[in-house]
């Protein structure tokens, strides 16, 4: 009776490792690198509407509450100095509206 307990755990530990194998061998990667029509196309070329609700970065360019729409309109909320690289950019500090001169935050 023993014996035949034994040989039935090696069977079924058989059964399972053999089950598991097979799981793992039925995984596939990629078919092509990324993005090779195999996955949705990256924030920066899709033309769908996307949200992130934090801050976004990319090396040293970035917002984190800020925006810049086409390169024309920019917009911010952040304690940076006023420089020609911002001229036009519009913040609300302190609860007044302010534009960048180019050189100052200004009211109007």
Known sequence: M???LQSLKILI???VLSIGVSYVYAWTG???TAPG????APVNVSATSQVKSAGL???S???DGGASFGGGVKIG???TACTPG???????NAGIMQYCNGSVWRMR
């Open 2 to 4: 023993n014996g035949f």
């Open 13 to 15: 530990l058989a059964i």
């Open 30 to 32: 990629p078919a092509a």
């Open 37 to 40: 029509g195999n996955i949705l």
């Open 57 to 59: 970065w990319v090396g």
């Open 61 to 63: 360019l970035g917002t």
């Open 77 to 79: 909320n952040n304690d």
């Open 86 to 92: 911002i001229s036009g950019t519009f913040r609300y």
